[in-house]
Structure formats: C-alpha cells, structure tokens
C-alpha cells in the first residue's frame, strides 16, 4: 500500500530535501508541499495524504493552529509534528490537538520513514528524548485542584479490561502487541479502544498516554 504524504514547513531547502528523501522509499508518494499553514490546509484538503509532516513554528498561521484546522476536516489523516523544538508544553500541546507524532528534525532519513509508516498504521510515534521528558513531566506531583474533577468521574466509568487497555496503550504497544498480551482478537481491541476513546473524551492513542501518564496508571 502506498503512504500518500503531505509536507508542511516555511524552511525551503528543508522541505525540498524530505521530500527528495521521502520519495526514494518505494512505498511513499509526496502528494505535495506548502510553506505555510494556510496553503498546507488547501492542500491537505486537495490531495487528502494518509499522513502530513508538519512544521510546529511557522509565521502566520502556526503550527498547532494549522493540527486544529487540518483535525477538523480530515480526522482520519495522521498528523505529525516535524520540529526542532525540544519544549515538553509544545509537545503537550500538539498531542492534545490530535497530533499522532511528535518528532525531532536531527533524526535520520531511516527512522523518519519507519515513524511514518507506524504513524499509517494508527500508531503514536514520540522522539524518544521527547517520550523520557513527557514521562517526567507527567510524574512530577501536580496540586489537587490542577487536576480535573472530570478525569477522575470519566476514568471510573472504565471497566477492568478497558482499564488493561489504558495501562498498555501508554507503553506504546500496538492494537497487535495489547491483542498478543490480553488474548483477545485484534478487531475486539479495536472496539475497546474506541470506547476508552469515547469515555475519556479523548481523540487519539497519545492522548490515552497522556492521561495514564497524569492519573498514575501506567506500568
């Protein structure tokens, strides 16, 4: 199957060299490439990729305004964020948009196509070094009042087994690896994902992360 890709970056050279990167992978296809969020968006909505690199810092319009739009009109495509910004509220903040990624321009060309690919198949993709801050950050002890009421009353709404489908989502694993652990058919993690989902108000896997990672749930 071949990975429709859309770039999204106001840095010239580096946007014509991930794409002349990117289209070397016989399974990838750059369907286009904007310099900025407004012309991504048209764009986007022209050629409807299954994933957009897209730039966190942008004149005009930025980055997480141009994840906000692009979650609005096409839901099913996976965003990522492509950036040299190592701060853990930026990339609080784009996961919480309904970004499926967060990665750092110093990668190399290899790992960015792996990421892609995962990021395709309904996978969340972090930099590591990023992933190791998140963590942190997520375990330093917040006030009682800095955290929701509502998180609290929408997490006890969650039975056991969507709960073992919380705690493992935030490892990372995908709906292959939680079926393998649990014993249950894929199609079947699909639906309790779904419903986690619905129950938490939430729009991705890497917001369930994030919300393990906040409430103390994770392994």
Avoid: W
Wanted: with cysteine.
């Amino acid at each position: 199957m071949t990975i429709r890709i859309l770039l999204i970056d106001d840095h010239t050279l580096f946007r014509s060299g991930v794409h002349a990167l990117l289209q070397r992978q016989p399974d990838f296809e750059v369907v286009g490439d904007a310099a900025d969020g407004i012309e991504g968006i048209k764009r986007a909505k022209q050629h409807r990729p299954d994933v957009v690199l897209l730039d966190l810092n942008m004149p005009g319009l930025s980055g997480i305004e141009t994840l906000q739009l692009l979650q609005q009109d096409l839901p099913d495509t996976a965003v990522i964020m492509l950036t040299v910004s190592e701060d853990v509220d930026e990339l609080t903040s784009a996961l919480r948009e309904g970004a499926c990624g967060y990665l750092l321009k110093n990668m190399d060309a290899d790992a960015l196509a792996t990421m892609i690919r995962r990021a395709a198949g309904g996978e969340s993709v972090i930099a590591e070094s990023m992933t190791q801050r998140l963590i942190a950050k997520m375990r330093t002890p917040q006030k009682a009042e800095e955290l929701p009421a509502r998180d609290a009353r929408e997490s006890s709404a969650l039975t056991p087994r969507e709960r073992d489908i919380v705690r493992i989502v935030a490892r990372g694993a995908s709906n292959k690896d939680i079926a393998r652990e649990l014993d249950l058919a894929e199609s079947t993690v699909k639906i309790h994902v779904r419903n986690v989902l619905r129950k938490l108000n939430l729009t991705s896997r890497v917001q369930i992360a994030i919300h393990a990672l906040a409430r103390g749930t994770e392994d």
